[in-house]
């Protein structure tokens, strides 16, 4: 399947939220979701998952527009949606009916992936008395029971420790593997480029970059190295204003041309003791700051 949202534009009241957001999304492949706070993430994938409408443009599954009763989908919220004080077998239950499962399959389901994640001994236990990482199992339990055709997943590693993220990260995968379109938001920027090809970048309602990852990293200029050596003090004398060390102790050196930046790097490891040489090439958090943050964070990191 494809998801394609074309020219969406919401708005409340005066404000306009939306500028035209396009984009699209494969089964089998996840779709990383970037932007700060108040950039449209949230309005975004409300209108897709039909909270409510957007003012223009279209959701469309495989070119046409899509039909709820047939497509069922799957959502973790960055602001969690459980019930405080009812046990939790009886909301993932609850959860997998809305979601078109009979109770009992959706008793078997919830208490098979209770299991899976470990959490078998909280079957008759309330959210609030359990850790914040705990709640977070639960929610994706919910949003993956009733195996929807689109899963959203808005932070879903927040409040880990490593060991349960790991856990849910082998979740993640097998959704995506299964042949899922999967939606992911996140800030951590590992996460997206473990489990995503695919980003878009908004900012104030509009998608400011989209496509591949390695692509948009391919798109930036070559006229940087990066240096690691013990004879870095040598190096920012010789190579004076287009050298500068970096808060990690690496330092970049500007190339004046593309096409010198191998001449260079031999030049340099001739003359000195090097640890490490290579083209800069941007990291996905470059990318976010880039196409994503103000002008002064931008100023910031260059």
């Known amino acids: 399947m494809i998801l394609e949202v074309r020219d969406l534009r919401k708005s409340f009241g005066t404000k306009e939220v939306l500028k035209g957001i396009t984009f699209s999304a494969e089964s089998g492949e996840a779709l990383g979701l970037l932007g700060r ?3 449209g993430k949230t309005t975004t994938i409300r209108i897709i998952l039909d909270v ?10 495989d070119g046409k527009p899509i039909n709820y009763d047939e497509i069922t989908y799957g959502y973790l919220p960055e602001e969690r949606g459980l019930y405080p004080k009812k046990k939790i077998i009886d909301q993932l239950v609850y959860f997998a009916e809305l979601k078109g499962m009979s109770g009992k399959n959706a008793r078997k389901a919830a208490d098979q992936w209770l299991e899976r994640l470990e959490m078998s001994e909280y079957r008759n236990k309330k959210p609030q008395e359990l850790s914040k990482g705990n709640q977070q199992k639960i929610q994706l339990i919910s949003a993956v029971i009733h195996d929807p055709d689109v899963l959203i997943l808005d932070e879903p590693f927040s409040g880990l420790d490593p060991v349960n993220a790991l856990m849910l990260q082998k979740v993640v995968q097998e959704e995506i593997t299964k042949g899922k379109i999967v939606l992911f938001s996140s800030h ?14 908004m900012r104030d309602g509009e998608v400011s970059v989209g496509g591949r990852i390695d692509d948009i990293k391919d798109s930036y200029p070559k006229d940087r190295l990066v240096i690691r050596s013990m004879d870095s003090d040598k190096i920012l004398e010789e190579y004076g204003d287009t050298a500068s060390k970096q808060a990690d102790g690496s330092i970049f050196i500007s190339i004046p ?3 010198q930046r191998f001449a260079m790097m031999a030049e340099i490891t001739q ?4 640890d490490s040489i290579s083209v800069w090439r941007p990291s996905l958090l470059d990318i976010f700051v880039e196409y994503a943050g103000d002008d002064e964070a931008k100023g910031e990191t260059k």
């Open 271 to 274: 003359k000195y003791s090097i």
């Open 188 to 201: 951590q920027m590992n996460y997206i480029e473990e489990f995503c090809n695919n980003i878009i970048v």
């Open 257 to 259: 041309s593309e096409e």
């Open 37 to 39: 706070n108040g950039a």
């Open 52 to 61: 409510f409408k957007g003012n223009s443009g279209e959701i469309l599954i």
